[in-house]
C-alpha cells in the first residue's frame, strides 16, 4: 500500500521520527514515498493518501502551505483532516479552547498591521514579571523570545517588528518549565501514548527532550477536554506546563506537524501505523 509521506525540501533541523516511522510503515506493509510539500516537481494532484510528517517550513509560506492542504485533501485522504490542519496552523485557537473553559497560557493576540498604541496596549495588560513574544504561526523557536517586566522597550520593538509580517501573541512566561518542565503528551490513533518532558526553548536554542515521564491525572484531564471536539486522530501532541498555581495549563495543541518522539515509547511507530491502515481500509 503506496503512502506520501510530507516533509519540505530543507529542514531545519533533525526528524527524530523520520527513521522509526519508515521502519514502522515497512514493517505494517507499506511503501512510503517521502516527498517535500514545497518540491514543485511533485504531483500533488495524483490520487493517493498523504500523511503530514514533518513540513517545518510552512510557518514562512503559511498561505502557500494552507492551499497546499487544500490540494491535497483533494487528491486522498489526509492525516490529520485539512479542517483540523488549516486551523492549527495559526495559535489563535488557544483563545477557542480558553472559550471553551479549557485552561492555556493566558494569551493576547496582536493582529498584523498593528498601531504603536495597540501594541503598547498588549504588553500593558500583562502583570507577569517575564513574558514571552512570539508570532502567531511559527515553527521550533522561530521569532520566540522571553523578556524581564523592566523590558519593555526591547519587547515593543520585537513585538513590532513580528506584527509587520503577521499576527502575535503576548503571554505570561511560566516559571516551572525551568524545573519541572514543559510536558508534551503525545496522542496516537486517539489514545494517549506517552510523556516527554521538554526544557524551555527560544530563538536559537536547540530542543532538549527527556523521558517518558508518568502523567498525571489533571494533565491527561486538560489534554483531553481540549482533543474532545476532534474525535479520534491519527496524531496529536499537546503541551503544557504549569502556572503558579500548579494547574496545567495548554502552551500548544499540536495537530500539524509534530514530533511525536516514537523513540522514546517502544511500540509507538507501530501503534501510528496500525492507526493509520485501520483508517484507509474503512474509507
Known amino acids: 500500500m503506496k503512502v506520501r509521506v510530507a516533509t519540505c525540501l530543507t529542514l531545519p533541523e533533525v526528524d527524530v521520527d523520520a527513521e522509526p516511522l519508515r521502519q514502522a510503515l515497512g514493517r505494517g506493509g507499506f511503501d512510503p514515498q517521502w516527498l517535500a510539500w514545497d518540491d514543485p516537481s511533485v504531483d500533488w494532484d495524483a490520487p493517493g493518501a498523504t500523511i503530514i510528517r514533518s513540513t517545518w517550513n510552512y510557518s514562512l509560506h503559511v498561505d502557500a502551505f494552507v492551499e497546499w492542504i487544500e490540494r491535497v485533501s483533494k487528491a486522498g485522504p489526509l492525516f490529520n483532516p485539512a479542517e483540523v490542519i488549516t486551523t492549527n496552523c495559526f495559535k489563535r485557537y488557544l483563545l477557542e479552547l480558553a472559550q471553551r473553559g479549557v485552561p492555556v497560557v493566558p494569551t493576547t ?24 513574544v512570539k508570532p502567531e504561526v511559527g515553527g521550533g523557536s522561530l521569532g520566540t523570545k522571553v523578556f524581564t517586566d523592566g523590558e519593555h522597550a526591547e519587547a515593543r520593538a520585537h513585538l513590532t517588528d513580528l506584527v509587520t509580517r503577521g499576527a502575535a501573541l503576548v503571554q505570561p512566561y511560566l516559571a516551572s518549565v525551568e524545573d519541572y518542565g514543559e510536558r508534551s503528551l503525545v496522542y496516537i490513533d486517539g489514545e494517549l501514548s506517552h510523556a516527554i518532558r521538554k526544557a524551555p526553548r527560544f530563538a536559537g536554542d536547540a530542543e532538549s527532550i527527556t523521558g517518558p515521564f508518568p502523567i498525571a491525572d489533571d494533565e491527561r484531564d486538560v489534554a483531553e477536554a481540549a482533543l474532545a471536539p476532534y474525535g479520534a486522530l491519527l496524531y496529536g501532541r499537546v503541551d503544557l506546563a504549569r502556572d503558579p498555581g500548579g494547574i496545567p495549563r495548554i502552551m500548544e495543541l499540536e495537530l500539524v506537524e509534530p514530533s511525536l518522539f516514537f523513540a522514546h515509547e517502544p511500540g509507538s511507530a507501530d501503534r501510528y501505523v496500525a492507526g493509520l491502515r485501520n483508517r484507509l481500509q474503512t474509507r
Request: charged share 30%; hydrophobic share 60%.
Open 109 to 132: 493576540v496582536v493582529e498584523r498591521g498593528a498601531s504603536s498604541d495597540e501594541v503598547l496596549a498588549a504588553l500593558a495588560e500583562l502583570e507577569a514579571a517575564r513574558f514571552v
